[in-house]
């Protein structure tokens, strides 16, 4: 695909209308570990429009903000500082959301920024430029790691570099984000995850966080072989759960990448049949990696071309409806306020 165009399948406003689900459980806390915010040609996801998302029943009580290549300082000098503008950015709305004026809600209350880990010497001072403006709320760093050799395969309006997670630079700054107790958050595809156990095995001090399930491809070459995909990735996962320093966020499963093609049918999907379509990839890693070391992700408003967020988080609830409080307790709040020490605790009961 050509960089810069999107990727990303296109929010019907009007289509996601259609569903009207019920909430289930509707005062269970929820911290959602993953989201973006942007304002690009034909597509802007702002405050307002998260305020929009969360305030639509399910007691989202505060959120997490990650990487997504906005609001660049295009005043700073080089495209090595340039995305400190999207952690100051964050703050803001951080700051916004910590006003008073929209309850209790406390959007971007950690924020995973972007820092170029090849940087290599200028790595440390751009970190201290990152960290100054991101103040209390930085927690990690994200680059852009999603690669696949077919065209087919773009989750990324700029595409990445082939093999960026072996290259022996990058390696060196994820240690180095280690040494400052900052994480790392990863978006790698299933065909992936031989290189992202390297790393993780690399850098042990290092807290690094699996994005998105570790992508899981339904599309291009991998559409019609969802049973062979999911043989090969649940082997990759069993080994990488072994590794302590390794956290997995469940969802992201609603990209087009990922093959489910909800959004192509006349109604948007009910809870019953997402959960039923994760259900084999959601249970496995919350099986192998634990409620301790597993968090739900919105992804939004990437998965909102294909799923309402009362949906989405809908049939989480479905598929953890067996778990223990103290699962649940990990699962929609905990695990991420500790991975990314947000100093921040659940108001209700699960």
């Not at 399948?9 to 009007?14: F, G, Q, S, Y």
């Not at 408003?301 to 988080?313: A, T």
Request: hydrophobic fraction near 40%; include cysteine; charged fraction near 25%.
């Amino acid at each position: 695909m050509l960089a810069g165009r999107s990727p990303h399948i296109a929010v019907r406003n009007e289509w996601l209308a259609q569903e009207k689900e019920e909430i289930l459980f509707p005062d269970m806390p929820i911290l959602d570990s993953h989201h973006h915010l942007w304002d690009r040609p034909g597509h802007r996801y702002l405050f307002d429009e998260l305020l929009g998302d969360t305030r639509q029943g399910h007691n989202i009580q505060a959120t997490v903000f990650v990487q997504s290549r906005s609001m660049y300082n295009i005043d700073l000098p080089d495209d090595l500082l340039r995305p400190v503008g999207e952690v100051e950015f964050a703050n803001g709305v951080a700051a916004q959301s910590a006003s008073g004026l929209y309850g209790s809600f406390r959007a971007c209350a950690g924020i995973v920024g972007s820092c170029d880990l090849m940087a290599r010497d200028r790595l440390e001072a751009v970190l201290d430029r990152v960290m100054a403006v991101g103040g209390d709320r930085f927690r990690g760093v994200r680059n852009q790691t999603a690669w696949h050799e077919d065209p087919s395969i773009a989750t990324n309006p700029v595409p990445p570099v082939k093999g960026v997670l072996l290259e022996p630079a990058f390696r060196d700054g994820a240690r180095r984000l280690g040494a400052r107790g900052l994480t790392l958050d990863v978006w790698a595809y299933h065909t992936q995850l031989d290189e992202f156990e390297n790393l993780a095995r690399f850098c042990p001090e290092t807290t690094i966080i699996l994005d998105h399930l570790g992508g899981p491809l339904g599309a291009g070459p991998y559409r019609g072989r969802r049973d062979e995909v999911l043989v090969d990735w649940r082997a990759s996962m069993a080994k990488i759960a072994e590794l302590p320093n390794v956290c997995v966020k469940l969802g992201g499963l609603a990209m087009g990448a990922g093959g489910f093609d909800f959004h192509l049918a006349d109604h948007p999907p009910a809870s019953e049949m997402l959960a039923a379509a994760w259900e084999p990839y959601i249970s496995f890693a919350i099986e192998r990696f634990g409620a301790h070391r597993c968090m739900f992700e919105s992804n939004f408003p990437v998965d909102k071309g294909m799923v309402s967020y009362r949906s989405l988080w809908n049939a989480f609830k479905r598929l953890t409806e067996g778990a223990s409080a103290s699962e649940k307790r990990d699962l929609f709040f905990l695990t991420a306020a500790r991975v990314y020490k947000l100093g921040i605790e659940p108001k209700g009961e699960f």
